[in-house]
């Protein structure tokens, strides 16, 4: 097994209720050998509830770090992924199973992996998915699809864990607020040749760009390669309005 290949692998949970919970987390976790623990909260969680459910994963909480926005948990990260059962017109087109997304980790340049598991009565809400690269969709039965916040992140770290091996080095691909800011850029070379029709195509339009790119794993001169495009596009369009100006 590849130590670096779970080491870069950070869970994030999202406005936990119980505290309970959390402690539950941990102790999934580090059973297959996740360490990292994020947690996107303003809660003050009682630590007596959580150490009694971690057990000897009580280092899991107590290393763990703390944001009050998802998009401040995610911006160092490569590669982003919401754990959801749901569908909808604002959320994903496609979903990895868990044994896919461990396939997909095993292909990605060096960084930081996000995971991301919502709230135990209604999981990730549209925008918060929408902060996500991609998702990942634990199969269930009709009976009961519904599964507990720890028993979700155990299913997937479990797969996680027998898929760790080597993964390829040498190249580090861009984090997740950069490809945010190079997506607005995208984006304002496309208005200004008047690619857009409609206030709502600019939204889908940078979500689809921001979804591709972080998917790809560019690195940073990737990625500007790939704002060139978008530049030059504007410049071309440009230079050929001057030029039937001038005729």
């Known amino acids: 097994m590849d130590s670096n290949y779970l080491d870069r692998i950070e869970i994030v949970l999202v406005e936990t209720q119980d505290g309970a919970n959390i402690g539950?987390?941990?102790?999934?976790?580090?059973?297959?050998?996740?360490?990292?623990?994020?947690l996107v909260t303003d809660r003050v969680y009682d630590e007596n509830r959580v150490r009694t459910l971690a057990l000897h994963a009580a280092d899991l909480y107590e290393n763990r770090r703390e944001t009050r926005t998802l998009e401040e948990a995610l911006a160092d990260s490569i590669f982003t992924v919401g754990a959801t059962r749901r569908r909808g017109k604002f959320r994903?087109?496609?979903?990895?199973?868990?044994?896919?997304?461990?396939?997909?980790?095993?292909?990605?340049?060096?960084?930081?992996?996000?995971?991301?598991f919502g709230r135990e009565a209604d999981g990730l809400r549209d925008d918060e998915v929408a902060l996500?690269?991609?998702?990942?969709?634990?199969?269930?039965?009709?009976?009961?699809?519904?599964?507990?916040?720890?028993?979700?992140?155990?299913?997937?770290?479990?797969e996680l864990f027998l898929a760790s091996?080597?993964?390829?080095?040498?190249?580090?691909?861009?984090?997740?607020?950069?490809?945010?800011?190079?997506v607005d850029e995208m984006s304002s070379h496309l208005e200004a040749i008047?690619?857009?029709k409609w206030d709502e195509e600019v939204k889908w339009t940078k979500q689809l760009l921001k979804d591709i790119v972080e998917r790809a794993g560019l690195s940073e001169s990737e990625l500007q390669r790939f704002e060139k495009i978008f530049r030059k596009t504007e410049q071309i369009k440009l230079y050929k309005k001057t030029e039937e100006t001038e005729k």
């Open 165 to 182: 091996r080597p993964y390829k080095a040498g190249m580090t691909a861009v984090g997740h607020e950069r490809i945010s800011k190079a």
């Open 24 to 38: 539950s987390v941990c102790r999934a976790m580090k059973t297959m050998g996740l360490t990292h623990l994020t």
């Open 132 to 158: 996500c690269s991609a998702i990942v969709t634990i199969p269930t039965s009709d009976l009961f699809p519904s599964l507990n916040l720890s028993q979700a992140v155990q299913i997937i770290a479990y």
């Open 92 to 116: 994903k087109l496609s979903a990895y199973s868990p044994s896919q997304l461990a396939e997909k980790l095993g292909t990605l340049p060096e960084g930081k992996v996000s995971i991301v």
């Open 194 to 196: 008047g690619y857009y």
